[in-house]
């Protein structure tokens, strides 16, 4: 079982930045490629990044070169550092653990947080 917990959400000004973090339980936090969604009201849930065990990187194609997701393994933690905002990114912000894949489709990811809010003014 694995246990996340965002935060670092808030309210922004467009043009500004924010990190969130994802701190995660357990100890095989080194064996789940971590992944960020997001959900805009009325939208369904959208793949943001992901960040294989390897470190390998993959963004949405609507935050690459905005967004750069990273872990820490010692401290069982993973980053998501959004730069340039925009309204469009406002949204509620999940991380997720996935054990068997990097990918992108939510239904592959074992387990979730409970999100946090960013909000970017215009």
């Known amino acids: 079982q694995v246990q996340l917990v965002e935060s670092g959400g808030g309210l922004v000004q467009a043009g500004g930045s924010l990190r969130l973090s994802c701190a995660a339980s357990?100890?095989?936090?080194?064996?789940?490629?971590m992944g960020w969604f997001r959900q805009a009201p009325g939208k369904e849930r959208e793949f943001v990044a992901v960040?294989?065990?390897?470190?390998?990187?993959y963004y949405a194609d609507s935050v690459k070169g905005r967004f750069t997701i990273s872990r820490d393994n010692a401290k069982n933690t993973v980053y998501l550092q959004m730069n340039s905002l925009k309204p469009e990114d406002t949204a509620v912000y999940y991380c997720?653990?996935?054990?068997?894949?990097?990918?992108?489709?939510?239904?592959?990811?074992?387990?979730w947080g409970q999100g946090t809010q960013v909000t970017v003014a215009s």
């Open positions: 960040i294989s065990r390897t470190s390998t990187t």
């Open positions: 357990g100890r095989t936090f080194s064996r789940y490629a």
């Open positions: 997720a653990a996935d054990s068997s894949l990097a990918g992108r489709d939510m239904r592959t990811y074992d387990y």
